[in-house]
């Protein structure tokens, strides 16, 4: 096996794993960087990013509003000190990528054009009309070339992380093209490896996101956070789940039921309006959106087609003009894939898995519990999303926590010597060894594309928009069962060139591992919070046992173990959770007794 | 789910280094829905037909640029073009034409890649900012200038298209140029000169034969034989030496 020493190895090139190989290199040139991804790095899901980016641009906006906005947004299970971090360093961090070319676009003086998004109360989004993720990606990738000290390894499949000492020392890879192994040796590991959308089966995910950084380190001690908050985006594509962004609604597009009513009203987002109006009806935030959408399907209120129940997506009056200008990709995903044209048609919807809340437990300055190990963007859960994430707020908090994880880890590597060679060398073989076990095993039996089915169907059916325990525990014992079954995997390709049967396999292994996590922790969350809501005596919020974040910790064959942490409080006590009209009735009940007290 | 109540044929072409001296076709039915798109049929085989069938996949959306195969002959995306365009006749799968082939429809692209970072694909300032001082000033117009070649997904069509990147695996090629333009054409970016080597090159835009196919198949609507053509003018003034007269401030504005 080949072994290649740098200073910093970073898994993932996307987003985050770009910015942060950027400030690694700009803290100190003669630093090397390694930056691993198993697809090229313009392939990485960033691309598929559409909305825009949120940070306080306008004059009548505030840090303290978009504050606010995150907090309440995650139904107060954000780690304010991150937030307020966050939120003072997104307009800094969009200016640095104007910087270096991001294609934002523009008012007619020149400035920075801004957009609506759901739950935000004043209009924040910088956008690249509705390929901001694509552009972000494509800056940043370009970007990068500049900097000599940043070495690729595209198309390597990241197999383990080396720990050693108590530190984590590195990564194995394979290298697709040749199944042949590298053992990366670093100072300091980042993890940029974005979320687990791929657990469920209907998802605005590409096939890449399924995971792969947060098994890694779990599998290595470090926990895994508040995963039982899974993003349902409300606009998807029926049948393979593609993303209509919300910017759809930004710009906008109503939402309609199967009598062309704009139904958010009958869910305490209303009085509806014609325009536009932030933090009510269709400007509301994601996860009351789906979970309205669900309860017109029980009232049967929604429209039937082959790929289920559907509500429509109205953008007809916006008009042919400021689709095409606007919605470029929306158009052309409406009228490619289904036929239909959105300014003449309403386009069906429903919703579908989008993002992954939770992740990798990572403070402020995107440390893991294990040193050495860095983990930011959709991989991580540093605290900034809570229980339900805000549109336009993950493509800000990639690059704003991808700098911090780069020149937290420059500083870091600077700061240690590796252990020694021999030990690590040992422990990249065992990694070796048992990844190669996966394709070279005999005997077994199972296909690793009927797991990912199996796992796919049981996950919506336990861990839905609404949940039960019944349902949950079920979820539970089929994944055990799963993960059983994969020990007895039949990878039929022995092969070594470009043998994704078997990365496939990995794949499914680092899946199941997640998804495991997510329903434990959803079993044992009983409550109802953000994107976590049950059915079962458990449908308020309860703020005296569950303020908490969930850790979930690997403990080998077995599910996770549980535990509960903290959640940091700096500014803003629970409070309602509201929108629309009552949204603006709460926010004045919150300043009188602010006045008062 | 949708009903699969019709079977299509589809020929994949195979190539395994490990055990082929050359490459083949091998025929797959595939049991489709209406909307299903020609990765979904390839997806279908893997899953369910033929465990060892390489391809590169992951958006499913036209974004990510990674499903660039030859359909039927054309060079398409495979997540945007759909069975039911084919259906009752069978679909031909082929790699990328021009790309030397990995394995099935996998291709090495790296030839790309290396000219794509050596056209300098990143803004050179005509004056460095700091932070501080916000945004550099763009007007929607300035923006229009670049934007469509900003576009481009790196999905490789353009040079399965391109006869002279058939014929010359050393011309630079229409995405690679287009990116050039992207730059030289950014309101922000003094790097033109700098990039001029490229362009003027004997493997820079002189090779391009005005075919115009690579405008044709970019399934993004960029526009690379445009780009290219606007590089000769420029080319051609710089040349003369008059481009700097010409454009103080950089060039194909």
Redesign the interface.
Known sequence: MQTVKVDVVIVGAGGTGLRAAIAVAQADPKLNVALVSK??P????T??AEGGAAAVTRDDDSLEYHFNDTVGGGDWLCDQNVVEYFVAHCR?EL??L????C??????????NVRAFGGMKIERTWFAAD?SG??ML?TLF??S??YPSIKRF?EYFCVDLIVEDGRCQGVVAIEV?TGKFTFIQAKAVILGTGGTGRVFRENTN???VTGDGMAMAYRHGAPLRDLEFMQYHPTCMP??G??FTEACRGEGGYLLNKDGYRFLQDYGLGPPEDKPRNKFMELGPRDRVSQAIWHEERKGRTIST??GEVVHLDMRHLGEKKLRERLP?IY??AE???GIDPAHECIPVRPGIHYTMGGIYANLKAETPLPGLYAAGECASNGIHGANRLGSNSLVDIIVFGQMAGSEAAQFSKSVQNSNAALLEKQAKAAEDKALSVVTKTGGKE?H?VLR?EMGKSMESGCGIYRTAPEMQATCDKIGELRQRYKNLN???K???????WL?ALEVGYLLDVAEVIVHSALNRKESRGAHQRLDGYENRDDVNFLKHTLAYYTGDGPPRIEYQDVIITKSKPGTRAYGAAGVAADEQRKKEAGNG | ???NTRTIEIEVLRY????DTEPHYQTFSVPF?D?WSVLQGLQYI???LD??L?F???????????CGYMINGEPKLGC?TFLRNYYPHKVRVGPLDHFPI???L?V??DDF?GK??GIK???I?REP?T?EQ???????A??DQ??QY??C??CLLCYAACPQYGLNPGFTGPAALA?LHR?NA?S??EGWEARSEIVNAEDGVWRCMLVGYCSEVCPKGVDPAHAINQNKVNSTLDYFGVLKFLMPKGAAK
């Open positions: 697809v090229y313009m392939r990485s899901h691309v598929a800094e200016i640095q104007e910087h270096w070319g294609p934002w676009s523009r008012k007619p003086d020149g400035h920075i390929k694509f552009h494509h370009q970007t070339i500049k595209d093209a590409g096939g890449i049948g393979t593609l993303l082959p790929h990709l052309e995903l490619e894939y289904m296909r594309s089915r990878v039929e390709d092969s070594s060139v470009w043998n994704n049967d496939g | 789910m949708a009903d395994h280094p490990e055990q829905a909307d893997k899953d369910d465990s060892s390489s590169r996949w992951s958006c499913r959306m036209a974004i990510c640029g990674s945007r990995e394995r099935d996998v090495d692209i890649v794509l970072e694909p990143y803004i300032p900012r932070l916000g945004e550099y000033l763009q007007t929607p300035q923006r670049y934007e900003s576009s997904i790196n990116l730059y950014d922000r970016d």
